[in-house]
Each structure stands twice: as C-alpha cells, then as structure tokens.
C-alpha cells in the first residue's frame, strides 16, 4: 500500500506551506480518518517514508529568476552522477537517483498550473516568490538524511526548521 499526499496542499490548497506540527499532525489525522472511511485502517505515522520534500521559500528582493544562475555554482561533496538542469528560466534542478533539489518561481509555477487547468492561456509575469525543494526520492536517502516514519517528521520538524529559514 502506498499513500501519497503533500501535507502543504492538504492543509492549504494553494502554495502556502505547512508550517507547525500541529497543522502537520491535523492533516495526518483527517487523511488517517478518511482511509478509515474507506475501510483501509493504518497507523499512518508508523509508515515507512518512501519519499520526502523538505521545502522552503520567501519573498526575495528580486525576482525568482535572477537567482537561478547560482545554482551552477553549487558544489555537492557527497553527490555522484549529479546532473543539472536549466529546465527553463525560471526552473533549476540538481539531481542524481537519490535526491533532488529543485528551485523556482512558486507563483508562476501555480499561476501556469491553475492557468493551465481552467485552459486560460494568458502571460504570466515573474514574482519573487523563490520556492527550494530538496527532494529525498527513495526510502533509504529518506531514513539516512531526513526521517525513517512519517510520525518522526513531527517530533523532528524543529531540527530541519532551523536549517531551511531564509
């Protein structure tokens, strides 16, 4: 069985992200009762992690594309096989098969999408909203940099919170 659900969306439904445990405890209540509903009965805070996205982001001075050019400069120690990828101006992403980490524009990302989705074709213009997402994209990346259960990301958020402020 696997569950997936971004708690952000969950919680907020736009591009605000979930930011205290009790929200995050909120939201694994409901998605614990709305399986229950459905006859599927699991400890949801006792799963495995298979995935997990540590994001952040802030109103910058600038816009969000104008700092995309400093992830070339990035250096990863530990990485191997790290590829890069300009995806366009205003998306960048590093990534080998363990982890990515993914910068862009969060409102013209949700503008686009929403645009897309109610098949409105319009300009979007840039914001500041800078969005970092580091992606751990398998269990063992998830329990060796990050959380092994689901339930120690709310025990432990005040550990990463410090580290991703801007």
């Not at 799963?47 to 982001?57: E, G």
Request: hydrophobic fraction near 30%; glycine fraction near 4%.
């Amino acid at each position: 069985l696997s569950i997936t659900f971004n708690p952000s969306k969950y919680a907020n439904g736009g591009y605000e992200l979930c930011t205290s445990k009790t929200q995050l405890a909120e939201v694994f209540k409901d998605i614990t009762n709305r399986l229950k509903t459905e006859g599927i009965h699991v400890n949801l805070e006792a799963t495995n992690l298979q995935r997990i996205d540590l994001t952040k982001q802030a109103e910058m001075p600038r816009i969000a594309r104008d700092y995309m050019e400093a992830y070339d400069h990035l250096h990863v120690k530990y990485g191997r096989q790290i590829t890069r990828h300009r995806v366009n101006a205003d998306y960048y992403r590093l990534q080998n098969k363990s982890w990515q980490l993914c910068a862009y524009d969060k409102q013209m990302a949700f503008l686009s999408t929403s645009e897309k989705t109610a098949h409105k074709v319009r300009e979007i213009t840039p914001s500041n909203l800078l969005r970092n997402e580091l992606r751990f994209m398998n269990s063992k990346t998830c329990k060796e940099h990050a959380y092994r259960h689901t339930g120690e990301t709310l025990q432990g958020q005040e550990s990463w919170e410090g580290i991703y402020t801007p």
